[in-house]
């Protein structure tokens, strides 16, 4: 039966995830999930595309508290609760072509991150008195809203899928790679490589209430994979004997013809039901498919 192997969170955009054995899942994704991001003084993003060394930026969920640590840095903190920001500036930016809203964490924050990446930064929090509607086409009209992730509030991705890849990069003399390189949310075990792609919902239900449904995720839209799963992310860098893997192998099995050939891997998805409940690792899951015409 397919069952929760791991969860992730990601706190600040593009800077280290952390592994939780159980997370809080909200309308918007689990708790704490993206929604910091480091922008430009203008507002526009930062992210490893451009800036791999963000692979490096650690976090710690305080009691209430964001820490936040890198190499050769001190310690920063931030407030937990957007309200705990003392009269933080409102600023409009973007997540790719989305408008987003956030808050300043103040000049604090801007100076570790420029001090860190070499370029003026700041880091934004977003402004939970505002909303970002994920894609209406992928949601059934119904109003989804995320924070600071690329498009959706939930990554899902099967251990299948990973083990497969990484057979065909250990094929060509290429080393394995971590989960960690594609980010995702929820890890499920149980699932044939890439049948995550024919999941359309995975549900959570309570046994001992007759079969309940706790939680019901739906999977709505491939994950089209950008360049930075190359970013070794114990390293903040490509991988120097292989700095296309795993996007030069994938491109020869993952191009995926619904998403104009864009290569895909993980399945993204939304919060039909059970916001509130907790996720934990080694919950079973009931996986519905659907393959379409």
């Known amino acids: 039966m397919p069952t929760i192997s791991e969860l992730f969170v990601y706190p600040i955009k593009s800077c280290a995830g952390i592994a939780l054995r159980e997370a809080r ?5 689990l708790e704490y999930d993206r929604c910091w991001m480091v922008t430009d003084p203008l507002g526009a993003m930062l992210t490893q595309r451009v800036y791999p060394r963000m692979a490096l930026i650690r976090v710690t969920l305080g009691e209430r508290e964001l820490v936040i640590d890198a190499p050769g840095m001190s310690e920063l903190r931030t407030p ?3 309200a705990e920001l003392v009269a933080p500036a409102k600023v409009a930016t973007q997540v790719w072509r989305d408008a987003a809203y956030g808050l300043d964490t103040g000049a604090e924050s801007a100076a570790w991150f420029s001090a860190y990446l070499g370029v003026e930064a700041r880091l934004l929090r977003f402004d939970p008195q505002r909303d970002r509607i994920v894609d209406p086409d992928y949601t059934a009209g119904r109003d989804v809203t995320t924070h600071f992730a690329d498009g959706f509030p939930l990554l899902v991705i099967g251990q299948a899928s990973l083990d497969d890849l990484n057979v065909r990069l250990n094929g060509k003399g290429a080393p394995s790679i971590p989960i960690d390189r594609f980010r995702p949310n929820v890890v499920v075990t149980g699932l044939d490589a890439y049948e995550e792609d024919y999941v359309e919902t995975l549900s959570v239900q309570d046994a001992s209430a007759g079969g309940v449904q706790l939680v019901q995720l739906q999977l709505v839209k491939p994950c089209s994979r950008c360049p ?3 970013v070794d992310q114990a390293k903040g860098a490509p991988d120097p004997d292989w700095p296309n893997e795993p996007t030069d192998t994938m491109s020869g099995y993952r191009a995926n013809p619904q998403r104009d050939g864009a290569v ?10 059970g916001a509130g409940t907790w996720l934990r690792v080694g919950q079973e899951l009931d996986a519905e498919l659907a393959f379409g015409d």
Do not use: E, K, Q, R
């Open 228 to 230: 930075m799963p190359t």
């Open 25 to 29: 899942l909200l309308a918007t994704g």
């Open 80 to 82: 937990l609760d957007a």
């Open 264 to 273: 895909t891997f993980g399945n993204n998805a939304i919060v039909a039901s």
